[in-house]
């Protein structure tokens, strides 16, 4: 005999006993510490953050909403500040090649004292370099050997003269430099003298006068090999003097880097570099040609080649960094090199290169959102070059686009050693592990994040106190105990599971909000039980304009379910609809129409590629359960066909096969089912009844029709019988079950709904293997046999496995509706 279970209202939904906390409104209740029930990912986190082996970086799965980025935040921001403050960067300029900076790290603070201290030196060279010009025995020294040497060419000038006076001829000066000029009578020889001389004078004349020009051009050699010794001797002291000036200072820097073998490099490159260009420190005259302006713009800009470009400050850290960048662009992520326009042109240099969040995460943590990274190009595949060379070099985001001709510069590369935090859906996890190699390799740790917690006691307190710690820090009305039972309870029909809650703080947060705001419209200081449940209500509503459509449609006859009344081979299937974050059920009607024939079962959306081929399988699963049940003896001359009537887009899922198969039940049989019950449930080949989802949907759907159309007490729901811990069902539908108004009944085989149903029994085979007379199975079972009798009679018999059930065409399109 088959026990019928009809349940209880207090099996339709779970509430929360106020009386279990031990306050009267979230203002005295603890505050939440850590994240609430992702034990599995904090484990992983955990374990992550401590091994520091390359490739063991962190990718954090889980939807949104479940406190993915507030655990990654206090976790990482905890085990950094046990660690010290990185390194600081920097970049000087390269004194071999000015196209490729070199980067320097020192300890941190000591970057900004390195650029000040080099700020500085500058200035006290630049001082000092001027006054020990200016000075009294700078000036001597010079005046002694610029003395001699116009001595030397005053004694060479003479020289010349005399021998040119002895060959007859003076000499002039002039721009182009020392002429000689024939004498007559003592007297320079004019032109016109000149041309009246005879050929033979003339002759001797030019010849005389281009041997003394050899011996003049021999004496300028020497002239201008005196004026380079001189020059040379000249910078010789000004660098002398320089160095006596610069010593001092460079001293007091030997000292204060002499632990830096990098820093004291350095230095000494620019000691060097000072001496050989002290032009750049003394000031010339002032100038009024026209290029004297850019003359100046070149000093100043030459002078930048002694700054020192701090790239990462960590000067003001106390631990280790953790940088959660919510942009991260290629410039903002990897740094950039910056360019400055200037006359038409644009033109950079070491002192433009920028830091990106990878530099100042560079011995920490970076924690990025995955999404965010495929949104620009380059990117991704960028940061694993970086993770795998485990260096950064900077270079304009314009290169990699190719269309730049730009000279740039080259920095000399940075080694990092940072982890990376990863914040992604699961499906984003499954897909670069699956397609991409470095992945694998380089996200080594995968914390997973669920959607649900068990419903203990522990975690329903620690709801009460993420409540208490939203109104404090969002500055709200705190909860009453009443009202955070409210919220418990919403968490359990968001979770689906009588024994779950869920994780999604953020669905949380948004009824807490919005139950404070109708708080604010009531005028009481405290969140009461009624402002959450209006909040759930309003948020619902706000949602639900295609689902009042629906009903309106029913309720006006648009579309046609019958709530009253028996037909044959007629069923009401339940469907979900999921718009976004809401969902809601309505039924449909199945009909099933069974003849003679060896089509077998004859799916029409299948046929017309309206369902998908979850929905197809189901449909196939019954002919399984038609020839074990019925097929032992004779073959299954049978040809059904089942529809969805008034549907007009895809249909998917196989929750409705148990309905199907009551309605073919009913058809073969041609017992009629009562249309007032509404049935949802997938079935196996052995006619169990198996689990399906949005049950409480589902539910709540047929009732809004059934209420539509007047409560008969007849009316009610049949779903498997795993379904009953998920049901959370409102207040309303618990109390019309309590009058009897409603029924919901749980099954766990398609032999309970059938008597449901049709109020006949099922039947089971009997000793003699005949089913129990008059019984739906001894009826379906007759009109089969006659069926099979006729086809033999008409010609041949064919064996169960020959029926011609078509299988799916591939292709069938699937949607979201079970």
Same mark, same amino acid.
Not at 243 to 262: I, Q, S, T
Not at 385 to 402: A, W
């Given at each position: ?7 209880? +209202? ?17 203002? %005295? ?9 992702? &034990? ?29 980025? %507030?655990?990654?935040?206090q976790l990482v921001e905890k085990k950094a500040s046990k ?23 020192? +300890? ?13 030196? #500058? ?69 016109? *003298? ?36 001189t020059k040379e001797r000249i910078r010789s002291v000004e ?82 960094? #953790? ?14 090199? &910056?360019? &400055? ?51 950064? %070099? ?43 190699? !470095? ?110 459509? #629906?009903?309106?449609?029913? *309720?006006?006859? %648009? ?13 009401? $299937?339940?469907?979900? /609809? ?21 089509? $077998?079962? #004859?799916?029409? &959306? ?5 369902? $998908? ?11 399984? /359960? ?104 409102? !207040? ?45 199975? /001894? ?8 069926w099979a009798e006729r086809q033999t009679r008409g010609g ?23």
């Amino acid at each position: 005999m088959i026990i019928l279970r009809r349940l209880k +209202p207090e099996e339709l939904r779970k509430v929360c006993n106020p009386a279990d906390f031990d306050f009267e409104t979230t203002a %005295t209740a603890r505050p939440l510490e850590g994240v609430i029930g992702q &034990e599995r990912a904090l484990r992983a986190l955990q374990f992550g953050l401590d091994i520091k082996n390359q490739g063991y970086n962190i990718f954090l799965s889980g939807f949104f909403g479940t406190g993915k980025t %507030t655990l990654a935040k206090q976790l990482v921001e905890k085990k950094a500040s046990k660690e010290p403050p990185p390194f600081d960067w920097c970049y000087v300029f390269n004194f071999q090649d000015a196209d490729c900076p070199k980067a320097m790290s020192l +300890p941190a603070g000591k970057g900004r004292r390195l650029a000040r201290d080099m700020d500085k030196l #500058v200035a006290r060279v630049r001082n000092g370099l001027a006054k020990a010009f200016e000075s009294q025995h700078f000036e001597m020294l010079k005046n002694r050997i610029l003395a001699s040497f116009f001595e030397s060419t005053n004694e060479m000038y003479q020289k010349l003269e005399e021998m040119a006076q002895a060959e007859g001829f003076t000499i002039s000066r002039t721009q182009q430099g020392i002429t000689t000029i024939p004498l007559k009578d003592g007297k320079p020889l004019e032109q016109e *003298e000149f041309a009246a001389l005879g050929e033979s004078e003339r002759q001797e004349l030019l010849r005389r006068s281009k041997a003394l020009q050899e011996k003049i051009n021999l004496a300028m050699r020497e002239y201008r090999e005196l004026e380079k010794e001189t020059k040379e001797r000249i910078r010789s002291v000004e660098q002398e003097t320089a160095r006596g000036v610069m010593v001092p200072f460079f001293a007091e820097l030997y000292e204060a880097y002499r632990d830096h073998d990098k820093v004291i490099e350095y230095l000494e490159a620019v000691h060097q570099d000072m001496l050989d260009n002290l032009e750049l420190f003394v000031e010339q005259e002032e100038q009024t040609f026209p290029l004297a302006f850019f003359r100046r713009m070149d000093k100043r800009a030459a002078l930048k080649r002694y700054k020192v470009n701090v790239l990462v400050d960590n000067s003001e850290l106390e631990h280790a960094p #953790v940088i959660y960048e919510t942009n991260p662009t290629y410039t903002n992520l990897f740094g950039t090199i &910056e360019y &400055e326009g200037e006359f038409g042109i644009l033109a950079t240099d070491f002192t433009r290169v920028r830091a990106g969040a990878i530099h100042r995460a560079n011995g920490g943590y970076l924690i990025l959102h995955v999404m965010d990274l495929f949104k620009n190009v380059f990117i991704w595949d960028t940061l694993k070059r970086v993770l795998k060379n485990q260096e950064i %070099t900077i270079e304009s985001v314009l290169k990699n686009y190719s269309v730049s001709s730009l000279e740039t510069l080259e920095p000399e590369p940075i080694p990092v050693k940072f982890k990376v935090i990863l914040i992604g859906e699961p499906s984003i996890y499954y897909l670069l592990y699956t397609f991409d190699e !470095d992945f694998k390799k380089l996200f080594k740790i995968r914390a997973d994040f669920d959607v649900e917690m068990p419903r203990t006691n522990e975690h329903i307190y620690q709801y009460a106190e993420y409540i208490k710690s939203v109104c404090d820090q969002e500055g709200i009305r705190h909860f009453t105990r009443e009202a955070v039972a409210e919220v418990v309870n919403y968490g359990t029909w968001l979770a689906g599971d009588q024994e779950k809650l869920t994780t999604l703080f953020n669905r949380l947060s948004e009824i807490i909000y919005e139950a404070n705001v109708w708080a604010s419209y009531d005028q009481t200081e405290t969140v009461q039980p009624e402002h959450v449940r209006k909040a759930i209500a309003e948020k619902r509503f706000r949602s639900s304009m295609l689902e009042e459509k #629906v009903l309106k449609l029913i *309720e006006d006859g %648009t579309l046609i379910i019958d709530v009253h009344g028996e037909e044959v081979g007629q069923i009401n $299937g339940l469907a979900v /609809y999921s718009l976004g974050d809401y969902w809601f059920g309505k039924p449909c009607r199945i009909t099933a129409k069974t003849f003679m024939g060896e089509k $077998g079962l #004859v799916n029409i &959306e299948r046929e017309i590629r309206m369902s $998908g081929s979850i929905h197809s399988k189901g449909v196939l699963t019954l002919a399984g /359960y038609l020839g074990a049940k019925y097929a032992q003896d004779k073959p299954l001359s049978l040809s059904a066909s089942l529809t969805f009537e008034q549907t007009y887009e895809g249909i998917e899922g196989d929750s409705a096969s148990s309905a199907e198969l009551y309605a073919i039940l009913s058809s073969l049989s041609g017992v009629p089912i009562y249309q007032g019950i509404a049935v949802t449930g997938s079935v196996n080949q052995n006619g169990e009844i198996q689990p399906i989802g949005g049950v409480n949907q589902k539910i709540e759907g047929f009732f809004k029709v059934c209420q539509q159309k007047g409560l008969t007490g007849r009316q009610g729901v049949i779903i498997p019988k795993q379904n009953v811990a998920n049901l959370m069902l409102p !207040d309303e539908i618990v109390e019309a079950v309590r009058k009897g108004k409603f029924s919901i009944w749980a099954i766990g085989h398609i032999d309970e709904g059938i008597e449901i149903l049709t109020g006949r029994p099922a039947g089971k085979r009997e000793s003699n293997g005949e089913f129990t007379k008059d019984s739906i199975h /001894y009826l379906v079972n007759r009109q089969l046999t006659a069926w099979a009798e006729r086809q033999t009679r008409g010609g041949g018999r064919k064996h169960v496995s020959e029926v011609p059930f078509r299988r799916r065409t591939p292709g069938a399109r699937r949607s979201g509706r079970k």
